[in-house]
């Protein structure tokens, strides 16, 4: 059943999980410090804006106005850091990040919206991240944190490779998007979700894997219901 179709786009005021609604992108393969990333078209007041920040060399991004840190952290060489706002309803246009610690590299910026969230306080329960080693081909996440039902489980990966990249698969999760940095090749984003409707029987673990070796980074949130 398409939620977001039967109800028009409506928020939920309870029963249902959140909705991913799109997202926008920004790469930069130069060494400048700045990222411009665009809002989502569509915003709305109360939805949840999740920032997702790469870089492909060891940094460190500057929390950008207005929004809140979930994780940040560096492995193999990568850099990402997400973070979150509860949108006004007036953003628009490009919203302007730096990073710092590094001289080359690609950097590459993604802003998603989620409506039917909670409107009040932290909307997010962070799931277990388990850290991958170099060049294994897989990363795994679980729901051991979560509180309650109806939640959207977001996983969100950076993966790194020296010319093409292999065929990624997200174990009963929904790819909701999937982007090359152009400028070399050399980063691949994801974003995974599911429906986390009944916190008993749904355990949101997240099991990803690819065709081949290369490095990888990744976060998991569980977005709360309004």
Request: charge should be neutral; charged fraction near 10%; proline fraction near 3%.
């Given at each position: 059943?398409?939620?977001?179709r039967l109800?028009?786009?409506?928020?939920?005021?309870?029963?249902?999980?959140?909705?991913?609604e799109?997202d926008?992108?920004?790469?930069?393969?130069s060494?400048?410090?700045t990222?411009?990333?665009?809002?989502p078209s569509?915003?709305?007041?109360?939805?949840i804006?999740?920032?997702w920040?790469?870089?492909?060399?060891?940094?460190?991004w500057?929390?950008?106005?207005?929004?809140?840190?979930?994780?940040t952290?560096?492995?193999s060489?990568?850099?990402?850091?997400?973070?979150?706002?509860?949108?006004t309803?007036t953003?628009?246009?490009?919203l302007?990040?730096?990073?710092?610690?590094?001289?080359?590299g690609?950097?590459?910026?993604?802003m998603s919206?989620?409506?039917?969230?909670?409107?009040?306080g932290?909307?997010?329960?962070e799931?277990?991240?388990?850290?991958i080693?170099?060049d294994?081909?897989s990363?795994?996440?679980?729901?051991?944190?979560?509180l309650g039902?109806n939640?959207l489980a977001?996983?969100f990966l950076?993966?790194?490779?020296?010319?093409n990249?292999?065929?990624?698969?997200f174990?009963?999760?929904?790819?909701?998007y999937?982007?090359q940095?152009?400028?070399?090749?050399?980063?691949?984003v994801h974003?995974?979700?599911?429906?986390?409707l009944n916190?008993s029987?749904?355990?949101?673990n997240?099991s990803?894997?690819w065709?081949?070796t290369?490095?990888a980074?990744g976060?998991?949130?569980?977005l709360i219901?309004n």
């Open positions: 059943m398409d939620r977001k109800f028009f786009g409506a928020e939920q005021s309870g029963g249902y999980s959140p909705i991913f799109g926008s992108n920004s790469l930069n393969g060494s400048s410090t990222l411009s990333v665009a809002y569509g915003i709305q007041a109360d939805n804006i999740l920032l920040l790469n870089t492909n060399r060891a940094s460190t500057t929390v950008p106005s207005g929004f809140t840190l979930i994780k952290t560096s492995i060489g990568f850099s990402y850091a997400l973070f979150y706002k509860r949108a309803g953003e628009s246009g490009n302007s990040v730096t990073a710092s610690g590094y001289s080359t690609g950097h590459f910026g993604i919206r989620y409506s039917g969230c909670i409107k009040t932290i909307p997010y329960e799931l277990t991240f388990t850290p080693n170099n294994v081909g990363i795994t996440h679980s729901n051991s944190n979560s039902d939640r977001c996983v950076t993966q790194g490779q020296t010319g990249f292999p065929t990624i698969t174990n009963n999760y929904t790819v909701s999937s982007y940095n152009g400028a070399g090749g050399n980063t691949r974003l995974g979700t599911q429906d986390i916190s029987t749904d355990d949101g997240a990803v894997s065709g081949g290369n490095d980074v976060v998991g949130i569980l219901p």
